[in-house]
Each structure stands twice: as C-alpha cells, then as structure tokens.
C-alpha cells in the first residue's frame, strides 16, 4: 500500500530565510507526488508535482521540489520564505482514478 | 469559472441524523473523490468514481454513501450520523487519475453533536 510520512509537524522560520519541508513516500512502481498548500479555512491548492523526468520540478510561488528515488524523498523547498507562506502543507502520493493518499501535514509558521 | 463547489460550508447535526454534502464541477472532469480532513491526519480517501455510474471504496468508506448520475455531480451521504463523523470534509475533482492536478473544493466543516 502507498504512503507518505512527513516528519515535521510544525515548522517556524524567520521571514527571507530558507525552508525545506521533508517528505518521504512509499509506492511500488513509478510515483506521481504532488506538494499541495492549505490556508486556513481554504481547500488546497497544487504547488506543483513530479511524474518524470527532470527530477527538479518548479511550481508556483517560488517553490520546487526535487524527487531523490534513492531515498524516496520529494522535499519542498523555497530560497526565501514571505510572510504569506505561513499555511500547512501536504505532501502527496497519487494512484489511479484520482486516490491521492496524503501525509499529515507540516504547519509552518513564519516569524516577521 | 466555478470550479468545485461544495455546499453548505458549515453543518451540526445530531448524532443518527442523515444529511447529503453536495459537490458539482463545472470542469467536465472524469473522476471526482471525496477526503474528509481530520487534525494530524492528514487527507484520508472516503470514495471516488471515475465516472458517471462508477463508485468505489477509499480507506475510509463505512459511514457514508455515493453515488454519481451524472458527470458534475458527486452527492456524499451521512445515512446515521455519529460523533466521530465530525470532520472537514473536501470534495475533489480531476480530468483524470494519477498524473493529473486534482482541484478541491473550499470544504464542508461538519459537527455532529
């Protein structure tokens, strides 16, 4: 069965500062991982997500993310964190007939 | 353009009440999926259809109900409602499975009492 794991639940950075949101999946053939924002009270929005190919993928906002089989990681990053980017965020792993299974989520929270 | 349209956005029922959370699409999207959002959970997968007529079971499906008539439409039903129904729950829709962005809705945030 897939999985997701991400390891932090909560993370605070000061505004401008760098960020790295870990995630780790587990699936059994070729994964298509998604990173996926939430603000509070809102649905989520994709940031961007990796199916093949180059393994360093943009997305929108500034982030990317780059997909290291070798350590089934899918790790969302930003050089510079805006004070708008405190929100939760949920990595994903996607099957067939659109069944995403999700982690649990990583708060982040941006010091001013 | 509308999108995923969930409604109503807030709900209490009473514990063995029924109720129907609604979702129409306006993209003419294939497949559509219920999740329900619970705190350090993450999303967890109700049901799905991949199209009109076509349902099946998620990780969490006892409880709950679907059915798809028509391709905008994805209706999920409480029949019983319980206290550990409370949830958010977000309705989803996708051209197609896997590799493609699936669009949510804003939720519906339901209290069972």
């Known amino acids: 069965a897939q999985s997701v794991t991400q390891p932090d639940i909560h993370i605070t950075v000061s505004e401008g500062a760098s960020l790295e949101l870990r995630c780790n999946y587990s699936y059994g053939a070729t994964p298509y991982l998604f990173w996926y924002v939430q603000s509070p009270g809102q649905g989520l929005q994709l940031l961007l997500k990796y199916f093949s190919g180059d393994t360093l993928v943009q997305g929108i906002k500034g982030f990317e993310a780059e997909f290291k089989r070798s350590q089934s990681s899918f790790n969302l990053r930003k050089p510079s964190v805006h004070w708008s980017d405190a929100a939760e965020y949920f990595c994903a792993v996607g099957g067939g007939g659109n069944k995403l299974t999700f982690g649990t989520g990583t708060q982040l929270k941006v010091e001013l | 353009n509308a999108g995923v349209t969930q409604t109503p956005k807030f709900q209490v029922l009473k514990t063995g009440q029924s109720m129907t959370l609604q979702c129409a699409q306006d993209?003419?999207?294939?497949?559509m999926s219920w999740y329900r959002q619970d705190p350090g959970m993450g999303l967890r997968l109700i049901h799905y259809s991949v199209g009109a007529g076509i349902t099946d079971q998620g990780e969490v499906p006892n409880g709950y109900n679907v059915s798809r008539s028509t391709t905008e439409d994805f209706p999920l039903r409480l029949l019983s409602a319980a206290p550990s129904q409370t949830s958010v729950y977000f309705c989803?829709?996708?051209?197609?499975?896997?590799?493609?962005?699936?669009?949510f809705g804003q939720g519906t945030r339901l209290t069972v009492v």
């Open positions: 989803a829709s996708s051209r197609q499975g896997g590799d493609t962005e699936a669009f």
């Open positions: 993209m003419n999207h294939e497949y």
